[in-house]
Every structure is written in C-alpha cells, then in structure tokens.
C-alpha cells in the first residue's frame, strides 16, 4: 500500500530537484543569460553595427557564465553571418545544441550548422586549386631568386675591384665608388686610349662619372610562420594573425585541418 502512493510522489520530487541542479534548461535560466551585463552590452554593439565588439562582449559572458547558452548562440550568428568563420560558428553553435538540445531553436541551429559546414567544404575544394594566388607566389618566388642572384654578383664585382685597387696601391673607399669607377672605364672611347699625348697647354675637360642608379626594388618581406598550439584550428589561427581564412588555406595547400599536428608549421600569407 505505501510503496505505490510513493512512486506516485517521486516523479514530483526529483523534477524540481534536477531543474535546481542545472540538468533542465529553464525559461527562467535562459532569461538570467540574457540579462547578464555583458550580453546586454553585446546586444547593443550589434545594434551599432559593431560586430568584433559584439563578439568580445558575448566572449565577456561566457567567461561570466561558461554554461550561457544563449552567449554561445548569438556568438554563432555572429562568426556565421558578420564575422566570416564558419569553423568558429559551428563550435558556438553545437555548444548551444549540447547545452539546449530542447530548445524550441534546436532545428534552426542544426540547420545553420549544416550551413557552414557547407561553407567549409567550399573553402577546401577552392583552396588548393586557386591560379591565381599560385600565379602571384610563383612570381613572387621568382623576384626573390633574380634578387638574390644580383646580389651576389654585385659582391663578387666588388671583391674583385677591391683586390685589384689593392695590387696598384689604391684604397677603395667604398662599393659604390669602386662600381661607378669600373663603368666609367668601360665606356671610356678608344680614341682617348689610342690618341697620343696632347701638350701641356690643351685644356682637357672631364665629365664626371654619373652615379649609378640605386636598386629601388625592395627584396621580397620574410615569411610568417605560425607553430601550431593545442587546440589550433585553421580559424583561429587566421583571426589570431589578422588574415583571412582563405588565404591561409591558399598559402598552405597541403594543410589538412583534421590531421593538425602540435608544433606543424603554418604558413602566414601578408594580410
């Protein structure tokens, strides 16, 4: 007789005791979120129109309250639809799904996981196969080298200059000096070499050697690297050094971003 009244109470006992507990999302809990200082001030930075300020501000709440659901979601639409990073999206998203799996929002934010997931999979079939970007790197590969290469001529010219001048007993006071001095031998006429000597009296003119034009071209910036850290992903990287996703996954064409490696090296396109 008591052991039926006592099933009847339990169900009754234990549904206010999980919803104190947090195992129950409650309307009330979803409005504590959405009252909370930094999500209110997300809120009005996306009216604004200022979306990273939103994006921090939402980051502030979950910091406040890492199990805000709300904070996730809004921070998903953000990274989705103003931010451009689908992959940052997609965890936001499925951390509300883990957190409201009831949620009358549930479908809609399956769906826009699907969504950017789509992007995704655009980004990784356009990536590897973009001419142009290729185009430019192999150009860019190609400056280095010719500079790299005149460079090195240009020593050697000096080298040799500077032993020569030492042999006849001259200084060499600088390249640049020594360099005009071998032009200027080059293109003296012969008729001044094979001329015989004019007397005293004969005033003799003499242009001065034209400087030699500077190399304006600059040699090509040092590349960027990134090590990667635990827990790095190809969008978090991008957003870390300014830069956008696609160009990093164009600048690293064997990168596989499922099979990561801490420590593997990344390389940073210019911004």
């Known amino acids: 007789m008591i052991f039926p009244a006592c099933r009847r109470l339990i169900p009754g006992l234990l549904l206010p005791l999980l919803c104190a507990a947090g195992c129950i999302p409650t309307r009330d809990g979803a409005q504590d979120e959405q009252r909370e200082p930094h999500f209110l001030r997300g809120h009005e930075s996306v009216r604004q129109r200022d979306y990273k300020g939103a994006a921090e501000a939402f980051e502030r709440a979950l910091e406040a309250?890492?199990?805000?659901?709300?904070?996730?979601?809004?921070?998903?639409?953000?990274?989705?639809?103003?931010?451009?990073?689908?992959?940052?999206?997609?965890?936001h998203f499925e951390r509300f799904l883990k957190l409201r799996p009831a949620s009358d929002k549930?479908?809609?934010v399956r769906q826009r996981v699907n969504n950017?997931?789509?992007?995704?999979?655009?980004?990784?079939?356009?990536?590897?196969?973009?001419?142009?970007?290729?185009?430019?790197?192999?150009?860019?590969?190609a400056e280095a080298e010719r500079l790299g290469l005149e460079n090195h001529q240009l020593r050697r010219q000096v080298e040799v200059l500077s032993t020569q001048a030492a042999a006849r007993g001259g200084a060499v006071t600088s390249a640049p000096v020594a360099l005009v001095a071998a032009q200027a031998v080059a293109t003296k006429p012969a008729a001044m070499t094979a001329s015989p000597a004019r007397p005293a009296t004969t005033p003799v003119t003499f242009t001065a050697p034209v400087a030699a034009p500077k190399n304006t071209k600059a040699p090509a910036s040092a590349a960027r690297t990134h090590s990667?850290?635990?827990?790095?992903?190809?969008?978090?990287?991008?957003?870390?050094?300014?830069?956008?996703?696609?160009?990093?996954?164009?600048?690293?064409?064997?990168?596989?971003?499922?099979?990561?490696?801490?420590?593997?090296?990344v390389n940073i396109p210019a911004p």
């Open 65 to 91: 309250n890492a199990r805000s659901a709300s904070a996730h979601f809004e921070l998903g639409l953000l990274f989705e639809q103003h931010l451009n990073d689908p992959a940052t999206a997609i965890y």
């Open 116 to 141: 950017c997931k789509m992007e995704l999979a655009k980004l990784f079939l356009i990536a590897p196969n973009a001419p142009s970007v290729q185009k430019e790197m192999d150009k860019l590969k």
């Open 228 to 265: 990667v850290k635990p827990g790095d992903i190809p969008a978090t990287i991008a957003r870390q050094y300014g830069v956008r996703l696609e160009a990093l996954l164009a600048a690293n064409p064997n990168l596989d971003p499922k099979r990561m490696k801490i420590g593997q090296t």
């Open 106 to 108: 549930a479908e809609i």
